[in-house]
């Protein structure tokens, strides 16, 4: 007599091994796109490294953000 049972384990078997190349795929993609963004950053950290440290020196027209004339005067903005 047949196994009543073969189809549905036979089903359940061909459903775990589509998991699992669903699965094994995704973190292929995943980990494709994590190695991307690593070369993507370290080219971006090699081309546009700063060589000095700015460090703002106080009111100068030059300063680290730009023009200083752009602040904001708490006197004059009330």
């Known amino acids: 007599m047949a196994d009543p049972l073969k189809p549905l384990s036979d089903l359940q ?6 998991w699992l190349n669903t699965t ?3 973190f292929d993609l995943w980990r494709h796109g994590l190695e991307l ?14 060589f000095h440290i700015e460090i703002a020196e106080g ?20």
């Open 24 to 26: 094994r795929q995704a």
């Open 37 to 50: 963004q690593q070369n993507f950053l370290a080219k971006a950290a090699e081309q546009h490294h700063r």
């Open 13 to 18: 078997a061909a459903m775990f091994d589509a």
């Open 59 to 78: 009111p100068s027209l030059t300063d680290k953000y730009g023009k200083r004339c752009h602040d904001i005067d708490p006197e004059r903005d009330v």
